[in-house]
Each structure stands twice: as structure tokens, then as C-alpha cells.
């Protein structure tokens, strides 16, 4: 295949635009909606076997949507004017309209579900402790004392229908970021009806991957056993979703391949070289063939249980590299080429500047501290006694 | 030339109005200037362009454009008539010192090549694709036809430099704020044309108010093939090309 | 009477939403610029901002207003078409003090090759020259005046090449 002789981009083209701030965002907005996701397998579609990883899934969830704006602050122009997003929203903005979609998820849908879940520990918790701590707690009781058993039948009753409207909501959440890319025409690399719906499959197979991981670390740091019916099933829905996550980036790209439209030339000669290695080796072979072939494998062999962990473990990691590195091609690969089809530019990421790699780490990192915070303060760990 | 304010009043309606808004300092429109009379719009006749680089230079000057960014910017383009859909672009420093004439043995160097210059800004598109994305309303077209920012309100979050189709849009990299090509809106609400048409030395780049039926461009338009960049985005450009080649990007 | 009170703390929940919901509102009835909507989604506002920039280039006709004779000779000649600034630079503070900013007049060794500079994809009856050969270093205006660039004095032209 013939190649452009010169590398011409567009004078102001030289520096990329979304650094891997943006990459990081919907990798955070993913591993929530995953979360939630996996929540509600259990709440709402009675799976039993995940029941030990249901408030986990929901304190991982908040844990990272509360960090989820922060790379966005770092990398605007100006952070101090972001709140104009909320004040006089652009409507056609699939940004702006974001930004309701998140504060939605965030207090119609999460906050008030683990409030509603945890109400009964909170109101114990707000009788026996003392001091700062108590405030805490009466202040999270929103001054309700009643946990009677006609009390806590209302709260299940009101959280399922949340969790109803929170799966919507997850996708919602995910797809709209999905959309962010996926409606801009500018850019061949993500114009596609289909990003959406790759982003929200890709969102939840991170989320399911990383509640999956937490909860087996933090069951054996506390010393505790890990149930493996609860993580075979887990390990049994990642791979499901997987298989369908993994057939519609394929699509994506055998139309792509076969359609051979204007941009075609320019993408195809970027994947075959900048992005040979996030692309091909990270994303689509250790990141997505290698974890479906080790899920495939414990679901169709007979493998011991020590051998299984392992391999789960193995497959999370792997599963949750591919996931980053798809964002990272979709954000950063998007922007690599030349919107002329010309010619290329490369991403200079250095770590100590503001939206570097040294921030990323910290806002990757971060949002582990706040979940120790929530896991301190509304263990996840007791039986979770539903008034049913 | 002993010349005073009298004096002035006699001259054209134009200058009259210049003269008084370079006196008074801090200009503001023209009192005569209704939005809803006009609707502004660029020719640019590839055939005339001779790549000098005057509009480049013109507009940084007048509109304090940073170094290394551009708000209109000339290409120049190398076709070989077998193979339209790989021409050889470059655009040294967008054109703003002009081109030098390509060493022998590099660009094509076989085959029947045509080469011309295509001068480049934004195209003021009346369905534009970056006033959609704009998540606080910090750019828009007025009703006059001119795609503005809003320095002001802009929270410089990139999203409108990625809806542009046509890369004209940049982030000043001191304000922090989404800027591009304002059509000179400072001066062509005065009476007087952008800074690139009145530094271009073969007016292949004209200023146009389609509203006015006086205006050039209809008889033009009427009697030319012109095109805009990237039809098949459907932005609505209003900056019409003239003898625009096919393999032009 | 039981049921209220079993529900009674979903409705501190609704209260803590709509005291959030009316301090949002408040918040933006004040926040939000007052020309904002006027013409659409848009600070009507920002556009007196992008008018009010100051004017760097004067405009060829605020030039011939007082250089009209200059104008007489530039009618006549090739570069009847090609304005004052498009040389000369910008010029809106000479214009608004003629007096005391003056403009410094170009160096033509660098001045006419940005546009007579021969090149390969200049259209086809554009005047160019290869300088080096038709100059030999020489300034341009040594032979060509450039208001008016056509050669009448054939002295003037000896030892230049076309």
C-alpha cells in the first residue's frame, strides 16, 4: 500500500489536545458503571453467588466516581469556571448534558442506594460510637432513628427500584462518554455508532475485573476465606461480557477494514505503527484474547482451586490492562493522526506536569485511599440482612 | 499635510468611520452597524493565490496571534494527475514567510504535477460542528454570520478544537482559552475588510456580505464552480473556494 | 399512621434533594451573565467584546486619505490592486499620529521576493523571477519603483536580466 510521501498535519495540529487525563476519565466512569453493574446482578437479578461482593461493588463505584471529575479539572483551561457546565448548560453539548447524567448517577442512583442499604448499620453505628465519629453518622442518619422491620422493608423495596433504575442509569453513564467520542464527525478514528455501546461493554468488564480483584486482595488481607462459588460466578460473567465486548471491537474493525473509506488508509498505516503495541499487543492480544482464553479455560476444564485464584487474578490484571490501553487508543490513537489524512504527530507525555503521568498514577491511586475511607467508615464485610 | 478632523468628514463613509475609531482609542462598533443587514461570508480564488504569505503575517499582526499558531495559514499543495487522493502537502510555519522553492529531488518527482497554493481559515459554518460541542455556550455564531469565542466564558476544555473538521481552532497557550479566525469581527463591523483580504496582494481572498445584494460575490458565485472544504461534513461553510482542486484536504 | 412513619425517612431524603435543588437555582439566577440567551446560547455581550479590539492595520483607504499621491501613481501601474499595508505593514498607529510614529519603510531585498520569488507552484503569468539571477543582490527598488514597478527608463535597466 502506497504512503504519503511527506507528513503534512494542519499548522495547529503539533500538540495533541485530551493528554492521558482524558484516557483516564472514562477508564474511571467505566469501572464504575462496571461496579454498579455487578452490583446488580445481585439485587436485582437474584444471583446469589455474588452476594459477598455486592457492597463492595457499590463502595468501589462511588469511590470512583467521586475522583471521576478530577481529571477533567486538571486538564481544563479553567477549572475555576467548570461550574458554568451546570449553570447554563449547552444542550446540544453531549459534554454539558454529561454533566447531569453524572450528578444524576452520582445522588439519585448511587449515594442514595448505599444509603439505603447501609441505613440500618449507619443508625447502630450512629448509637455506639463517639465523639467526631458519631457526628458522622448522625449527620449520614439525616436525623431518622426508625430501623423497625416495616422501616427496612421500605428501604429494600425503595433500593430495588433504584438499582431497576440504575442499571439504565450505568449505561447511560458510560454510553454518554462513549458518545462524547463516537458523535464527533471531525474525527474518523471515533465517529461511530458504535462507540457507545463498545465503551459501555468495555466498562463493564473493567468494573467486574476490578470488584473482582479488590475482593479477592482484600479477603485475604483481612485474613477471611474467599467464597469461590461467589468468585467463579463473578469470573463466569466477566467472560460472558468479555466474548461480547471483544465481538463488537472486532466488528467495529472488520467494517472499518472492508468499508476502506477515506480515512482508511491513514488509520491503517497509524495501527501499523504508533499503535502496533497499545493497539495489537496490549489491547487486543494480552488484554483481550489472553484473559477470554484463561476465563475460557477455567469455565471449560477441570482446574484446582488454587490453580483457578491464580488464573483469575492473572486474567483481572490482564483484562483491566486491555481495558486502559483501549481507552488510551481511542483518546490518544484519535488524535495521532492528522484530521488532513496526511500525516501524524506523537504524544509527548512527561510526568511531572500537570496533566502528566506522574497526576494519572496519583488519580488512579486515589480513589483506592477514598474506598479504605468508605470501607472504614460503612464496613462492607457484615452480612448484608435484608428484610426479606 | 496639515489635516484636520473636518477634513475627514468628507472623505468615504468607510474611512471616515476608521479614522474616527483609530482616534478615539478604545473603538467600539460602528453606530450605523445592524447585525440582522449582514451575512458574511469568504471568497478565496485558489487560482490567484500566489503563497506570499501577506495574509498570514497580516493576521497574526492584528490580531495578536501566538507563534507556532495559526488562524489562517496557506498550504501548498503537489498532485500528481494519477493519483489525486495523495498529494503532497506542506505548510512551513503555515506560510507566514512565504515558501521556499522545494530542493531539487524531494516531492514528487515524476508523473504530470500540478501545484498550487490554498490558503486555509476557519470557515464561519452555519451548522458548525464546534458550536454544537461547546458545553457552556463560550462559542457561537452571531446572527451576522461570524463564529466567535468568548474569552470570557471559555473553560478552554478542547472539545470545540476537536469538533473542527478543518483544524483552525487552537488553545492560546498563555490564555488558556479556545481562539481562531474572528473574520476580523473588530473590523468588518466598521465598514473596513479583515486584515488578510486588505493585506492580500491579489485579492484572492475577499471579504463577502451575501446579504448585500451589491456584493460581488453573487455574480461570482453565479458565474464560477465553487466549492467548500469537506462537503460531505455538511457544516454549512461559508468560506467558498473557487477553482478548489479535488485532492485539496 | 405506621407506614408514614416507616417511610418518614425517605421524605428527609426528598427535603435534603429540593433544598439542593433551590440552592442550585438561586445560585444560578445570580451567577449567570445577564446578556446571556439574548441572541442564542451565547453571552450576547461577547460580541462587543471581539468588536472593541483595538484596529492594527488602518485600511488602504484611511492611507490614501492623506497619501493621495501616492495613489495617483499607484492607479496607474501594476500594483493598482496591491493596498499600502499589504507592503508597508500595519500602520493604524502612524494613522492615528502621523506626527510621531513613523513607518519604516521595508527593505524591498526582502520585500518584493515574497511575492516575485519564482516558484513551481505560483500560478502560471505571475510575474517571477529567480532574484539571484535577475538582481544579482541587488536591491529591487534600484531599478523598479514599487508603487508603480514597471521599468520606463530603459538606463535604469541596463545589466538587469527578466
Redesign the interface.
Known amino acids: 500500500m ?1 504512503l ?3 507528513n ?7 500538540e495533541l ?2 493528554s492521558i487525563l482524558i484516557v483516564l476519565y472514562p477508564f474511571i466512569t467505566g469501572l464504575v458503571a462496571g461496579a454498579f453493574i455487578l452490583a446488580s446482578l445481585e439485587r436485582v437479578f437474584r444471583v446469589e453467588a455474588v452476594k459477598p461482593t455486592y457492597r463492595l461493588a457499590l463502595l468501589t463505584a462511588l469511590a470512583f466516581l467521586l475522583v471521576a471529575p478530577l481529571p477533567l479539572q486538571l ?5 475555576e ?2 461550574l ?2 451546570y449553570l ?3 444542550k ?5 448534558m454529561f ?1 447531569f447524567v453524572y450528578l444524576w448517577y452520582l445522588m439519585a442512583v448511587l449515594v442514595l442506594e448505599i444509603w439505603l442499604d447501609y441505613r440500618r448499620d449507619i443508625v447502630l453505628l450512629a448509637r455506639s460510637s463517639k465523639g467526631f465519629l458519631k457526628l458522622i453518622y448522625k449527620v449520614l442518619t439525616l436525623g431518622s432513628d426508625n430501623i423497625s422491620e416495616g422501616s427496612l422493608r421500605v428501604d429494600d423495596r425503595v433500593g430495588y427500584i433504584v438499582t431497576v433504575i440504575g442499571i439504565p442509569s450505568a449505561f447511560l453513564l458510560h454510553g454518554y462518554v462513549g458518545f ?1 467520542f463516537g ?5 474518523p478514528w471515533w465517529s461511530s455508532p458504535l462507540m457507545p455501546v463498545v465503551f459501555i461493554f468495555s466498562a463493564m468488564v473493567s468494573g467486574i475485573a476490578a470488584v473482582m480483584l479488590l475482593y479477592m486482595a482484600l479477603t485475604k488481607i483481612r485474613g477471611e476465606k474467599i467464597s469461590m462459588p461467589c468468585v467463579d460466578t463473578v469470573a463466569k460473567y466477566l467472560f460472558y461480557i468479555f466474548i461480547i465486548d471483544f465481538s463488537l471491537e472486532m466488528l467495529d474493525l472488520i467494517h472499518r477494514i472492508y468499508e476502506a473509506d ?1 480515512s482508511f488508509r491513514s488509520l491503517d498505516f497509524m495501527v501499523h505503527t504508533s499503535l502496533w503495541i497499545p493497539h495489537v499487543i496490549i489491547q487486543i492480544l494480552l488484554g483481550t484474547l489472553v484473559p477470554i482464553g484463561i476465563l475460557g479455560a477455567t469455565q471449560l476444564l477441570p482446574i484446582t482451586e488454587f490453580a483457578r485464584k491464580r488464573l483469575y487474578v492473572l486474567a483481572g490484571c490482564l483484562t483491566l490492562v486491555g481495558i486502559f490501553a483501549m481507552r488510551w487508543n481511542v483518546v490518544i490513537g484519535g ?1 495521532l493522526f ?5 500525516g501524524y504527530t506523537t504524544y509527548e507525555l512527561h510526568f511531572g506536569s500537570r496533566e502528566g503521568l506522574g497526576t494519572a498514577i496519583f488519580l488512579t491511586l486515589l480513589p483506592l485511599g477514598i474506598l479504605y475511607v468508605l470501607a472504614r467508615l460503612l464496613p462492607p464485610w457484615q452480612h448484608h440482612e435484608s428484610a426479606t | ?1 496639515n ?1 484636520n478632523r473636518r477634513f ?1 468628514i468628507s ?2 463613509g ?2 471616515a468611520v ?2 474616527e ?3 478615539a482609542g ?4 460602528s453606530p450605523n452597524y445592524k ?1 440582522a443587514d449582514h451575512w458574511w461570508a469568504m471568497l478565496i480564488d485558489v ?8 495574509c498570514v ?2 493576521c497574526a ?3 495578536n496571534v501566538p507563534e ?3 488562524r489562517t ?1 496557506i ?4 498532485v500528481d494527475d494519477e ?1 489525486m ?7 512551513p ?2 506560510g507566514i ?3 521556499p ?2 530542493a531539487a529531488g524531494t ?2 518527482t515524476t508523473g504530470t504535477i500540478k ?3 490554498v490558503p ?1 481559515m476557519c470557515n464561519h459554518c452555519i451548522d458548525s ?1 464546534c458550536t ?12 451576522d454570520g461570524v463564529t ?1 469565542v ?10 470545540c ?11 492560546h497557550p498563555e ?3 479556545a481562539q481562531k479566525c ?1 473574520l476580523c ?3 468588518i ?2 465598514g ?2 479583515t ?1 488578510c483580504c ?6 484572492a481572498r475577499q471579504l463577502a456580505d451575501l446579504k448585500n445584494p451589491k456584493d460581488p460575490i453573487h455574480e461570482f458565485m453565479r458565474t464560477h464552480s465553487v466549492q467548500v472544504l469537506k462537503p460531505q ?1 455538511a457544516t454549512g461553510a461559508k468560506a467558498f473556494y473557487a477553482h478548489l482542486d479535488g485532492s485539496v ?1 | 399512621m405506621n407506614r408514614f412513619k416507616d417511610a418518614e425517612h425517605l421524605l428527609r431524603v426528598a427535603g435534603v434533594f429540593l433544598i439542593g435543588v433551590t440552592a442550585f437555582l438561586l445560585f444560578r439566577a445570580w451567577f449567570v ?1 445577564p446578556s ?1 440567551g439574548q ?5 450576547a455581550d ?17 492611507c ?3 497619501h493621495s499621491d501616492v495613489l495617483d501613481v499607484k492607479k496607474a501601474g501594476k ?1 493598482a ?3 499600502c ?2 507592503c508597508h ?2 500602520q ?1 498607529k502612524h ?2 499620529d ?1 506626527g510621531s510614529v513613523k513607518p519604516v519603510l521595508p527593505d524591498t531585498s526582502v520585500l518584493c ?3 516575485h ?7 502560471k503569468g ?1 510575474p517571477a523571477v529567480v532574484t539571484a539571477e535577475h538582481s544579482m543582490g541587488m536591491p529591487c527598488n534600484t531599478c523598479h519603483k514599487p508603487h508603480s514597478p514597471k521599468i520606463v527608463d530603459d538606463d535604469a535597466a541596463k545589466g538587469g536580466k527578466k
Open positions: 502506497a504519503p510521501l511527506n503534512f498535519t494542519y499548522p495547529n495540529e503539533t489536545q485530551w486538564h481544563l483551561g479553567h477549572p469556571r467548570s458554568e457546565m447554563t448548560p449547552h446540544s453539548s453531549a459534554m454539558a454533566g462524547i458523535s464527533i464527525k471531525a474525527n477515506e488524535q492528522s484530521k488532513s489524512l496526511l | 499635510m489635516m475627514f472623505l468615504t468607510a474611512a476608521a479614522w475609531s483609530l482616534l478604545s473603538p467600539e462598533e447585525v487560482e490567484k493565490c500566489i503563497g506570499c504569505g501577506n503575517r497580516a499582526a492584528e490580531n507556532g499558531f495559526y495559514w498550504e501548498r499543495y503537489q493519483n487522493t495523495e498529494p503532497i502537502v506542506d505548510s510555519n503555515g514567510n512565504g515558501f522553492q522545494r516531492g514528487l501545484e498550487f497554493f486555509k460542528p454544537q460541542v461547546c458545553p457552556v455556550g463560550a462559542t457561537f455564531t452571531t446572527p466567535l468568548d474569552e470570557k466564558y471559555c473553560l478552554g476544555c478542547r472539545y478544537v476537536q469538533a473542527c473538521p478543518y483544524g483552525c481552532r487552537f488553545i490564555k488558556h482559552v474572528t469581527y473588530h473590523r463591523t466598521k473596513l475588510t486584515a486588505e493585506a492580500c496582494p491579489t485579492a461534513m484536504r | 451573565p446571556f441572541y442564542g446560547h451565547y453571552r461577547s460580541m462587543k467584546d471581539v468588536a472593541a479590539l483595538p484596529v492594527v492595520h488602518a485600511g488602504h483607504e484611511v490614501e486619505s492623506c500594483h490592486g496591491v493596498n499595508e499589504a505593514g500595519p493604524g494613522a492615528e502621523p521576493a515574497r511575492c520569488e519564482a516558484n513551481s507552484a505560483k500560478p505571475f
